[in-house]
């Protein structure tokens, strides 16, 4: 589950009119969901029962019906008096490999009330906010959502625009988000013993089930890089053994990778230097990488930060045995 | 049809080792291709004719016969006696919002020699090298095709690899690839009349049929930028609107933009200037970025280079009417 306003706050750092909370690393996390596959539902109430599977069929039933978007409503209010809400494209909602699901259970057990028990929308791959908690309807439609939050927020509102707001309806909603990696251990600003190598580690991941190829770790500000072990390596990588091989049922629907990787990497540390910045960049399967700076991705709202993670850890070259 | 060793030119500056065709900006074309679904080929020969659209029938009926891949082998043979082959997924290979097809036509006419007669494998939003031309054969597979071309060529080898060259077959194949922008015209190094601004225009895309949602300009090396106009925006922008609603069959298929985005921007110059770095770059819609410098993306084989496209023109500020 990924707040996409992860990092907004080195955003900030390049332009004051960036708005929104100030989320550095930590607005993510990962969880296992249990649910059924919205193209299920929607094929059981609409297709005869021996058509039951039969995804293209509900695709033409839809789209010959004019449906072109899955709108979600949740139940919670905002202050304007509207519900949260989001829709999807058929094409997305429809897409049996796209796992979008109607989840019942958080890492088996019911959902909680703050995570949106008792049924909320799961759709792997996309920014949180179309992920509508507290479910209360499902509805068909020609169009997208109404709700402020697909129309007029969470849309990327590009660097050319400063001052000038552009017609945000015209924008599109956004829905899956770039590659991305973070440096978790050691901390920003930590000072650290020099024992003559440091181990880093983190996350990365990126969206629409692309999953994460390489993670890379400097100490020369990009001149030269060590390549990080991944867990678990990116579907990608390992297409021809286990992963499409798996009987489990969730890993074998589909060669995607929806949740973040972990990775960690040893790096030599120089006899006596004091001060070290790291950076880290991620490359996914369909090899995107990061920006180096901040300012390449700048937009109004702070949304979708992926530049290289950078930390400044400093070393304690003293000698323990005097 | 994108030959993705475009751009590789500007990767050979930074490192003697890239090897390959010099390639520049010109290795893409694209054109209209009819065929059939590969997915529907499959069916047709497989499921009985009442499942015929059941794709989800066709995937568990070659899941559970253990094909994880679909190969193709083409009829030309390299040096070392094998034929040029590839392979796909079968989650890719069979779904039919991909639209993988064995073609026959290339823009309403025969394919010609050249581009594969009699058939051929188009893979939209996929590198060229797995289109296999001269189509001998379709086989279904437990692993991937094991052509030289498949298993130790188009890989991306990354930039910690000098000098060491890592097992390739663990590498995964590139499928699809990352977003990309360049200016055609004007040329790098022409000169221009000073007549106060000059029009630039050129092409982008990206892989997996993610649309381009933005291309930028910069004339001061990405301090500020101009916003392209595209032709054709991207289906997420228009997702309420146009593309999705189309009775075209190619267009009502899916949201997925398959061809290149065509753009063009005016920009102004100002007087008595002699000289400037034009740079280009662009947004897809899962919100990827280019890499500044091309350094960013080395790799041995010099594949996938994506970094700002950089022209420099002068201009002549001469007064005509003296």
Redesign the interface.
């Known amino acids: 589950m990924i707040k996409y306003d992860i990092k907004r706050a080195d955003l900030e750092q390049h332009r004051p009119y960036v708005k929104g909370l100030s989320w550095s690393e930590g607005a993510i996390s990962t969880a296992e969901w249990t649910g059924v596959l919205l193209v299920d539902l929607l094929a059981y109430h609409l297709l005869p029962a021996s058509?039951r599977?039969?995804?293209?069929?509900l695709y033409?039933l839809l789209?010959n019906a004019g449906v072109?978007?899955i709108r979600f409503d949740g139940l919670d209010m905002d202050p304007t008096g509207g519900v949260f809400g989001s829709s999807l494209?058929?094409?997305?909602a429809l897409?049996?490999?796209r796992e979008v699901i109607v989840a019942f259970e958080m890492n088996n057990k019911p959902i909680t009330r703050d995570h949106g028990f008792p049924l909320r929308i799961i759709i792997p791959g996309s920014i949180g906010a179309r992920q509508v908690k507290w479910l209360d309807q499902i509805t068909l439609s020609t169009?997208?959502s109404e709700s402020f939050w697909q129309q007029l927020d969470y849309k990327?509102v590009?660097?050319?625009a400063d001052g000038k707001v552009p017609d945000l309806k015209?924008?599109?909603a956004?829905?899956?988000?770039?590659?991305q990696s973070v440096i978790c251990t050691p901390s920003d600003g930590q000072t650290l013993k020099n024992t003559g190598s440091v181990t880093l580690s983190g996350y990365a991941f990126s969206?629409?089930g692309?999953g994460i190829?390489?993670v890379?770790v400097s100490s020369d500000g990009?001149k030269?890089?060590?390549?990080a072990k991944l867990s678990p390596a990116?579907p990608?990588?390992q297409?021809?053994v286990a992963e499409?091989?798996s009987d489990s049922p969730s890993k074998?629907r589909?060669?995607?990778q929806w949740a973040w990787t972990l990775w960690t990497v040893d790096i030599p540390i120089p006899k006596g230097i004091d001060e070290i910045e790291f950076v880290c960049?991620a490359?996914d399967?369909?090899?995107?990488?990061?920006?180096?700076?901040c300012s390449?991705?700048l937009n109004v709202r702070g949304l979708?930060s992926n530049c290289w993670h950078r930390i400044n850890i400093r070393f304690d070259n003293s000698d323990c045995k005097k």
């Open positions: 058509q599977t039969n995804y293209q069929a033409e789209k072109r978007h494209p058929i094409d997305l897409d049996p490999h169009d997208e990327y590009l660097p050319t015209s924008l599109p956004i829905l899956d988000y770039p590659v969206g629409g692309r190829i390489s890379r990009g030269s890089w060590y390549e990116s990608a990588i297409s021809n499409i091989n074998s589909s060669v995607k960049s490359v399967s369909s090899y995107n990488t990061q920006p180096e700076i390449a991705t979708l």
